[in-house]
């Protein structure tokens, strides 16, 4: 079978030399957990395995299993060789995310463990490796299926998929690679623009600091260099900024988008940083950024200092054949372009913690991105310490993304049902706030997406009230904080709206299933109708004088869930350039 998801999967912080490790592997079922006593992390897995094509979950059809049921340890196993140019070098494996828990092993010896399905993890193998011989790589996995206070989103904790909850993704489920380092490596790099001064932050570390290291820093845009730097290193943290503007108009958006960051003009700038040691280059990665800012000011929401209408449609990012996993590049950066074709300038990631490459597409072809978390279902305190230190590594990994506009931590009291009333969950809801914003002080954040507000920098609102009540709704600020969507209130107890923007960042849900039956908040005959009831809802937020934006659900069905613009394998249910002209209206 061909391998699949061969792109390089790091493009912010790209080397030219890896490995790709998807592709057909060993793979077994451990109902009873006897794999760690029966020795199959040295041993290797039992003469029966399956084959699995990763990085696709048992439970999809890409894996080549397509099985349902719940098998909640699994175990992978392939051989690997060390490429002989390879040698003398360090070897970092690398895994784009893995769901639930992770114990990875080589050559029989345990390498390293990680907690959290849906942000990356890597580990550095070189002592456990034979340089000259083929190596043996485990992965034993835990996922447990009917643990609600694991970070899961729309993961269900039944066997069969029903209402808003989908079929759940066990194991590898994002690209396995192996990339050589030198002992001495960028291990990080974080970019923050600032269109006020006009630069560009640029933070970076490596892995040591050994005498006489350089680092070499060339930006270009468009193809012309517009940066050239070179830095003495003399700590293994370094912070530095470069002046972009240099007193040129035209480079700012004073007269025109100049060399700012939108949906309508995705302006990049690529980046080559080089590190010597003694005048010889031991590591180089290709990087790229974006010049934008996101602002809160008298009740707007701000695009490079001036008010921006967000359209925005929530995309659950399942696809039928890989669930959570896209089967190609290609599919990741269709959904972009067919939201971008009904007028959409943006998305809500929607309990889902995505795939980088999704950010890339977004990056280059203009396209805002809100990031949320995949929430547990139930609050205990160890469901607090999971999604915490899940979130912190979303954070840190996607920081640099200029598409990424908005944090989202919470939705909808997920995993905090007793928000409105509990002061121990309403002290979960400010802490994910906080801390959001003490890890990026760039960014909006929300503290509860939808209703039960603690503090958030945009005031959410999830209402997928008929067009005549919605207008009505939001006639006035007074009458949308009083809305009761869900029987909801908007703020917690204890809490009240202090004149941030109000977004309406769930609406419509208009079923309309082509074939056979489904699940919807209301329903529709055929795509006529379907364009009608969107124009009708969608018109109704356009009149508020109130209202600074919204998200469309949705953008595709999923599974059982019709409610979807387009059909889960992507085909339009109704003429989306009727879509594309009811957006255009704002």
């Known amino acids: 079978m061909k391998q699949k998801r061969t792109e390089y999967p790091r493009p912010q912080f790209q080397r030219d030399h890896w490995i790709n490790l ?18 199959w992390f040295k041993k290797g897995l039992p003469e029966d395995a399956m084959k699995i094509q990763v990085p696709f979950a048992y439970q999809c059809e890409e894996s080549g299993i397509h099985q349902f049921e719940f098998h909640d340890v699994v175990w992978y196993e392939r051989m690997f060789t060390v490429p002989e140019e390879w040698h003398g070098q360090e070897l970092h494996l690398h895994f784009g995310a893995v769901d639930y828990s992770s114990w990875v092993y080589v050559n029989g010896s345990l390498v390293g463990f990680h907690e959290g399905g849906h942000t990356s993890f890597s580990f550095d193998v070189t002592p456990y490796l034979d340089e000259h011989n083929t190596n043996h790589l485990v992965i034993r996995v835990e996922d447990p299926s009917e643990d609600e206070t694991i970070p899961r989103g729309k993961q269900y904790w039944k066997e069969q998929s029903e209402s808003i909850f989908y079929t759940r993704t066990t194991g590898i489920w994002q690209t396995v690679w192996i990339e050589p380092v030198h002992p001495v490596h ?41 940066v050239s730097d070179s830095i003495s290193l003399q ?16 480079r700012s958006n004073i007269h025109g988008s100049g060399w700012y960051w939108s949906p309508e003009h995705p302006n990049l700038f690529d980046v080559e940083l080089v590190l010597k040691k003694e005048g010889y280059e031991i590591d180089r990665v290709k990087s790229y950024f974006g010049m934008r800012k996101v602002s809160i000011e008298n009740g707007e929401v701000l695009l490079n200092n001036r008010p921006y209408y967000q359209k925005l449609v929530l995309d659950q990012g399942y696809f ?30 929607h309990q889902k913690i995505e795939d980088p490459l999704y950010y890339y597409h977004a990056d280059t072809l203009g396209f805002l991105v809100w990031g949320e978390m995949a929430n547990a279902a139930e609050y205990s305190e160890q469901a607090a310490a999971r999604l915490t230190r899940e979130w912190i590594e979303a954070v840190e990994r996607d920081y640099s993304h200029p598409s990424l506009i908005v944090w989202v931590p919470i939705n909808e009291s997920w995993g905090i049902s007793r928000v409105e009333r509990d002061p121990q969950q309403q002290s979960h809801s400010l802490a994910m706030y906080h801390l959001t914003k003490s890890l990026d002080t760039t960014r909006p954040v929300l503290s509860n997406e939808g209703w039960e507000h603690t503090r958030s920098d945009i005031c959410g609102i999830h209402n997928y009230r008929l067009a005549n009540e919605i207008k009505e709704a939001y006639a006035t600020q007074e009458s949308a904080i009083s809305t009761f969507p869900a029987n909801r209130s908007i703020y917690a107890k204890g809490f009240e ?30 795509g006529e109708d379907l364009i009608k009831e969107y124009e009708n809802v969608t018109d109704a937020l356009f009149g ?22 387009l059909t889960y394998d992507r085909q339009p249910k109704c003429d989306l350039s009727e879509i594309k002209a009811i957006n255009s209206r704002r």
């Open 544 to 565: 508020s004088p109130i209202v600074k934006g919204f998200c469309y659900t949705q953008l595709t069905d999923v599974e059982q869930e019709i409610n979807g613009l």
């Open 235 to 250: 700590n293994a943290y370094t912070k530095r900024s470069f002046d972009l503007r240099n007193r040129f108009t035209g």
């Open 320 to 349: 039928p054949s890989g669930l959570l996993t896209a089967p190609s590049d290609g599919d990741l950066k269709k959904d972009i372009l067919l939201a971008k074709d009904m007028g959409f300038n943006g998305a809500r990631k």
């Open 22 to 39: 998807n592709g057909e592997w060993n793979f077994a079922f451990d109902d009873q957990d006897e794999g760690m006593k029966n020795g």
């Open 497 to 526: 709206y202090d004149g941030k923007p109000i977004m309406i960042t769930e609406y419509g849900g208009i079923a309309y299933k082509v074939s056979g039956d489904g699940w919807g908040y209301s329903s529709v005959q055929s």
């Open 186 to 226: 960028f291990s990080s790099i974080r970019w923050t623009p600032d269109i006020d001064d006009g630069s560009i932050g640029l933070e970076l570390e490596v892995s040591r600091l050994p005498e006489k290291i350089e680092a070499e820093i060339q930006i270009s845009f468009t193809g012309e260099t517009v």
